[in-house]
């Protein structure tokens, strides 16, 4: 049998976990068998005082009765090897004494019938009964927090808050009294259970040599030791029962005396602990229950390695709810209840949706989730890595909401070195990329989450929103820009995500500013995003606020030096900007990178490859006949405009390269 403790803990009464119910289970179960044991035992027993005629025939079934504690196998049977030696001995001398048992009836009832007795009436009573009111109060307790876990977060509902937390913290409280005394009473009850198997048979057998004075001569000689080691054996035991009473009660009395805060949910004291990769505790999780109907279950979760497991209440073991390798997690609105976060797989296909009991249980799963995502777990040192990238992502992230200089004092990254410069004609992938994650993005780079216009630059462009009109007739220089963004004109629907600047221009440094954004919106709780329309033309990109049709921030093509969308998550992609820096007086100007990231509704590839278009297109201007020869590959709309949707069957042009353009799409 596997090894089993044969003690419940007072200190976790409170938490009231999985492997608590199962451990206290074991005790119920043990405490049953025991119940059965004692009933038996005292029928055999009863038959003993009540037949004195059949009396050879009773102790020979009291002398078997005895043998089969041996083969009860009780999960809590530690220190009953003694007892069963014991027993053993006593069902020996049982059937050597049957037949000196005739006139025993009064001393049996005194010595043998009623210790049992009061053994059953009190104690095996006492331990029904507190069963009775520990279900009642563990019912009580689930009703009050799921009508608190229905509490929703209108501040009009603060009165209605407090009841509930109040009741929250009576019906727990109550639950935690009527579990420390149930804990204290199956404790003690693995004591009881020892004397209350051998008072019966000492007193039996001392009856026996009281009065049959014939036969005590010879049974007293052989057992004159062995009952005064079995009086000792009870009195040891019983001296056991008293000290572990006691320290039970001043247990009990030590975790009484805490204060009201800890029956009361959302009232954490402690501060959130990023750096966990380990968590367990009930979470309520969302399930549906038809097309448009869903119900919230309460649920025990825990993280064991990679894995995020469930243990419904009375399970011996949990099972695997969802892989956290590579998933994501992020803080949502959920049917207006309050602390609710979702995990989603890797793919995409699986995701689920958890409320916690508070702010602080909320953060710390979001954390937890996030480091396991990333694999903390399986290095050497888990927790010191959790500390070390938790310092670092504090340290290196600062929400900054504007385009605006970076302040004096403030981690600026190093300049990108010589040699990681791409090379003229942008989108030319720097050879040997560094794989370490300092050689891409310089520790301590700020991390900017939103693109916020200023107001003069809106009122410009507000102004400036119709075509000015040159009353002497002449073409403005922006005509010909316009021209050429003809050629091309594509919009997508895009959030900003973030954007921070980088050593170098590669898709290496694209991913990790995508790992690196996506980090610091979970350690910061950023989730919201504003949606923005992203126009890719023949010269330029440019971010489009799709209400009042302003312009956040524009790059002229020739800027975006890489792009890249990412390898598992098909809706992120971004790009790398690169700048010049004249004011050192150099001619070029030293260069210097941004990477920019977004999520788009649309696969990432379709920009990237809308991207990649525009630069042939721009590629191809400076030469007419390359320029004609890329249209004509290419198919066009009505007005001249390329074609970038996939055409229908049978009308797709038979130009050169078509094939190769399908397949890249």
């Given at each position: 049998?596997?090894?089993?403790?044969?003690?419940?803990?007072?200190?976790?009464?409170?938490?009231?976990?999985?492997?608590?119910?199962?451990?206290?289970?074991?005790?119920?179960?043990?405490?049953?068998?025991?119940?059965?044991?004692?009933?038996?035992?005292?029928?055999?027993?009863?038959?003993?005082?009540?037949?004195?005629?059949?009396?050879?025939?009773?102790?020979?079934?009291?002398?078997?009765?005895?043998?089969?504690?041996?083969?009860?196998?009780?999960?809590?049977?530690?220190?009953?090897?003694?007892?069963?030696?014991?027993?053993?001995?006593?069902?020996k001398t049982v059937g050597e004494l049957n037949s000196l048992h005739s006139e025993l009836a009064n001393q049996m009832a005194d010595s043998m019938v009623f210790p049992l007795i009061q053994f059953r009436e009190k104690d095996l009573t006492e331990i029904s009964t507190l069963k009775e009111i520990h279900g009642i109060a563990t019912d009580e307790h689930e009703a009050s927090m799921v009508?608190?876990?229905?509490?929703?977060?209108?501040?009009?509902?603060?009165?209605?808050?407090?009841?509930?937390?109040?009741?929250?913290?009576?019906?727990?409280?109550?639950?935690?009294?009527?579990?420390?005394?149930?804990?204290?009473?199956?404790?003690?009850?693995?004591?009881?259970?020892?004397?209350?198997?051998?008072?019966?048979?000492?007193?039996?057998?001392?009856?026996?040599?009281?009065?049959?004075?014939?036969?005590?001569?010879?049974?007293?000689?052989?057992?004159?030791?062995?009952?005064?080691?079995?009086?000792?054996?009870?009195?040891?035991?019983?001296?056991?029962?008293?000290?572990?009473?006691?320290?039970?009660?001043?247990?009990?009395?030590?975790?009484?005396?805490?204060?009201?805060?800890?029956?009361?949910?959302?009232?954490?004291?402690?501060?959130?602990?990023?750096?966990?990769?380990?968590?367990?505790?009930?979470?309520?999780?969302?399930?549906?229950?038809?097309?448009?109907?869903?119900?919230?279950?309460?649920?025990?979760?825990?993280?064991?390695?990679?894995?995020?497991?469930?243990?419904?209440?009375?399970?011996?073991?949990?099972?695997?709810?969802?892989d956290l390798d590579n998933s994501s997690v992020m803080g949502v609105e959920c049917e207006d209840r309050r602390y609710c976060f979702q995990i989603t797989s890797p793919s995409g296909k699986k995701s689920m949706i958890l409320q916690a009991e508070s702010r602080r249980e909320y953060e710390e799963w979001i954390c937890t989730v996030n480091n396991i995502s990333r694999q903390i777990y399986l290095t050497d040192n888990p927790e010191a890595v959790a500390i070390?990238?938790?310092?670092?992502?504090?340290?290196?992230?600062?929400?900054?909401?504007?385009?605006?200089?970076?302040?004096?004092?403030?981690?600026?990254?190093?300049?990108?070195?010589?040699?990681?410069?791409?090379?003229?004609?942008?989108?030319?992938?720097?050879?040997?990329?560094?794989?370490?994650?300092?050689?891409?993005?310089?520790?301590?780079?700020?991390?900017?989450?939103?693109?916020?216009?200023?107001?003069?630059?809106?009122?410009?462009?507000?102004?400036?929103?119709?075509?000015?009109?040159?009353?002497?007739?002449?073409?403005?220089?922006?005509?010909?820009?316009?021209?050429?963004?003809?050629?091309?004109?594509?919009?997508?629907?895009?959030?900003?995500?973030?954007?921070?600047?980088?050593?170098?221009?590669?898709?290496?440094?694209?991913?990790?500013?995508?790992?690196?954004?996506?980090?610091?919106?979970?350690?910061?709780?950023?989730?919201?995003?504003?949606?923005?329309?992203?126009?890719?033309?023949?010269?330029?990109?440019?971010?489009?606020?799709?209400?009042?049709?302003?312009?956040?921030?524009?790059?002229?093509?020739?800027?975006?030096?890489?792009?890249?969308?990412?390898?598992?998550?098909?809706?992120?992609?971004?790009?790398?900007?690169?700048?010049?820096?004249?004011?050192?007086?150099?001619?070029?100007?030293?260069?210097?990178?941004?990477?920019?990231?977004?999520?788009?509704?649309?696969?990432?590839?379709?920009?990237?490859?809308?991207?990649?278009?525009?630069?042939?297109?721009?590629?191809?201007?400076?030469?007419?006949?390359?320029?004609?020869?890329?249209?004509?590959?290419?198919?066009?709309?009505?007005?001249?405009?390329?074609?970038?949707?996939?055409?229908?069957?049978?009308?797709?042009?038979?130009?050169?390269?078509?094939?190769?353009?399908?397949?890249?799409?």
């Amino acid at each position: 049998m596997p090894a089993v403790h044969h003690k419940l803990l007072l200190e976790d009464a409170l938490q009231d976990s999985p492997q608590t119910r199962s451990l206290l289970s074991v005790f119920e179960e043990d405490a049953g068998m025991l119940t059965s044991y004692t009933n038996q035992l005292h029928q055999s027993l009863q038959r003993v005082f009540g037949a004195q005629s059949e009396m050879g025939l009773a102790t020979e079934q009291l002398s078997q009765q005895l043998l089969e504690y041996e083969k009860k196998n009780f999960a809590l049977g530690k220190g009953d090897e003694e007892v069963i030696a014991t027993l053993q001995i006593f069902a020996k001398t049982v059937g050597e004494l049957n037949s000196l048992h005739s006139e025993l009836a009064n001393q049996m009832a005194d010595s043998m019938v009623f210790p049992l007795i009061q053994f059953r009436e009190k104690d095996l009573t006492e331990i029904s009964t507190l069963k009775e009111i520990h279900g009642i109060a563990t019912d009580e307790h689930e009703a009050s927090m799921v009508k608190y876990s229905r509490l929703p977060k209108k501040k009009e509902n603060e009165k209605l808050k407090s009841d509930l937390v109040k009741e929250v913290a009576y019906t727990r409280r109550k639950q935690h009294q009527a579990s420390l005394q149930y804990y204290c009473a199956l404790n003690a009850l693995q004591y009881r259970k020892r004397i209350a198997m051998l008072e019966p048979m000492l007193g039996y057998v001392q009856a026996q040599i009281s009065f049959f004075k014939k036969g005590i001569e010879l049974v007293s000689k052989k057992m004159e030791n062995f009952l005064c080691s079995v009086s000792n054996m009870t009195q040891n035991i019983q001296a056991q029962l008293d000290a572990e009473a006691e320290n039970m009660r001043a247990t009990q009395r030590e975790l009484l005396s805490a204060e009201d805060d800890v029956y009361m949910p959302d009232k954490d004291v402690e501060p959130v602990n990023r750096t966990l990769i380990q968590k367990a505790g009930y979470l309520n999780i969302r399930n549906k229950t038809g097309l448009v109907t869903t119900a919230w279950d309460r649920l025990y979760f825990f993280t064991q390695g990679g894995n995020l497991m469930c243990q419904p209440r009375g399970a011996v073991a949990g099972g695997m709810v969802l892989d956290l390798d590579n998933s994501s997690v992020m803080g949502v609105e959920c049917e207006d209840r309050r602390y609710c976060f979702q995990i989603t797989s890797p793919s995409g296909k699986k995701s689920m949706i958890l409320q916690a009991e508070s702010r602080r249980e909320y953060e710390e799963w979001i954390c937890t989730v996030n480091n396991i995502s990333r694999q903390i777990y399986l290095t050497d040192n888990p927790e010191a890595v959790a500390i070390r990238l938790n310092q670092t992502a504090i340290q290196a992230v600062t929400p900054i909401t504007s385009f605006e200089k970076r302040p004096e004092g403030s981690p600026d990254p190093d300049r990108a070195k010589p040699g990681s410069v791409p090379a003229a004609g942008g989108g030319a992938q720097k050879t040997g990329a560094a794989s370490e994650p300092e050689d891409l993005i310089a520790p301590g780079t700020p991390i900017q989450f939103d693109i916020m216009l200023p107001a003069s630059e809106f009122q410009d462009q507000n102004r400036a929103g119709g075509r000015r009109t040159n009353p002497f007739g002449e073409t403005d220089d922006d005509c010909s820009t316009e021209s050429d963004d003809a050629l091309l004109q594509q919009v997508f629907a895009v959030r900003f995500l973030g954007s921070m600047a980088v050593r170098c221009s590669n898709q290496e440094v694209i991913y990790e500013a995508m790992r690196q954004v996506l980090a610091a919106r979970a350690i910061h709780n950023i989730f919201k995003t504003t949606e923005s329309h992203l126009m890719v033309t023949s010269s330029s990109l440019r971010l489009i606020d799709p209400q009042t049709q302003v312009t956040r921030i524009s790059f002229q093509l020739e800027e975006v030096c890489q792009f890249a969308a990412h390898q598992e998550n098909g809706r992120l992609m971004g790009f790398v900007v690169e700048t010049r820096d004249w004011s050192d007086g150099d001619e070029e100007g030293e260069p210097s990178f941004s990477a920019f990231v977004f999520e788009s509704n649309t696969e990432g590839e379709k920009i990237c490859y809308t991207v990649s278009l525009a630069k042939d297109i721009t590629e191809a201007k400076k030469d007419p006949e390359a320029l004609a020869q890329l249209m004509k590959s290419m198919p066009l709309t009505n007005d001249g405009k390329f074609l970038l949707l996939e055409p229908e069957a049978g009308d797709t042009p038979d130009g050169p390269g078509q094939e190769d353009l399908e397949s890249e799409a």
